[in-house]
T-cell receptor, first 112, second 113 residues
Framework: DAKTTQPTSMDCAEGRAANLPCNHS???????VYWYRQIHSQGPQYIIH???NNETNEMASLIITEDRKSSTLILPHATLRDTAVYYC?????????????FGTGTRLQVTL | NAGVTQTPKFRILKIGQSMTLQCTQD?????MYWYRQDPGMGLKLIYY???????DKGEVPNGYNVSRSTTEDFPLRLELAAPSQTSVYFC????????????FGDGTRLSIL
């Protein structure tokens, strides 16, 4: 799986949009970009994933650049409960296994 | 709908003891996974299973064993506990091995003293 690079930490004011960047310059054509988050002491929580097109669901939006070498996770109106470590993962479907390779992620702190 | 359930939540073992970490899911998912997470680090895959009766090694399988006799259950066994196995263990499941997201349990915090 391609390696990803994320900032170690970020701050965001409550009510503002949180934009979390991720670089994946070695991504290949069949690799998807996934975002998970981990709130303290809990298991990772799936947020969103995409291949080429931008994606949106009830939790967040995912913006993938045209060359697919980077992406941004957007939490449109961050709340204190969004404080967590956010992981950007690229993953290829091998036809048999589906393995996630977690890095150290971005620690997002949402403040009043 | 409980999702992925892990037991116990906490455990302290002595060096050389053995134990089984339990994981069960009620979503009828075919794929199941075991990860470990050391302090300040990301998750590392230990073992995974693509269906009942089928298991395979991940990145860090040494010191662990698994079995998958049913779709619902995927226990992880430590035979001779070592201090290096002190970690938080997460079990996950997914419907298939394609684009389906993985759903995680809340983890088992294991200390080996």
């Amino acid at each position: 799986d391609a390696k990803t690079t994320q900032p170690t930490s970020m701050d965001c004011a409550e009510g503002r949009a949180a934009n979390l960047p991720c670089n994946h310059s070695t991504i290949s054509g069949n690799e998807y970009v996934y975002w998970y988050r981990q709130i303290h002491s809990q298991g990772p929580q799936y947020i969103i994933h995409g291949l080429k097109n931008n994606e949106t669901n009830e939790m967040a939006s995912l913006i993938i650049t045209e060359d697919r070498k980077s992406s941004t996770l957007i939490l449109p109106h961050a709340t204190l409960r969004d404080t967590a470590v956010y992981y950007c993962i690229v993953r290829v479907y091998t036809g048999t296994a589906s393995k996630l390779t977690f890095g150290t992620g971005t620690r997002l702190q949402v403040t009043l | 709908n409980a999702g992925v359930t892990q037991t116990p939540k906490f455990r302290i073992l002595k060096i050389g003891q053995s134990m089984t970490l339990q994981c069960t899911q009620d979503m009828n998912h075919n794929y199941m996974y075991w990860y470990r997470q050391d302090p300040g680090m990301g998750l590392k895959l230990i073992y995974y299973s693509v269906g009942a009766g089928i298991t395979d090694k991940g990145e860090v399988p040494n010191g662990y064993n698994v079995s998958r006799s049913t779709t619902e259950d995927f226990p992880l066994r430590l035979e001779l506990a070592a201090p290096s196995q002190t970690s938080v263990y997460f079990c996950a499941s997914s419907l298939s091995g394609g684009n389906q997201p993985q759903h995680f349990g809340d983890g088992t915090r294991l200390s080996i003293l």
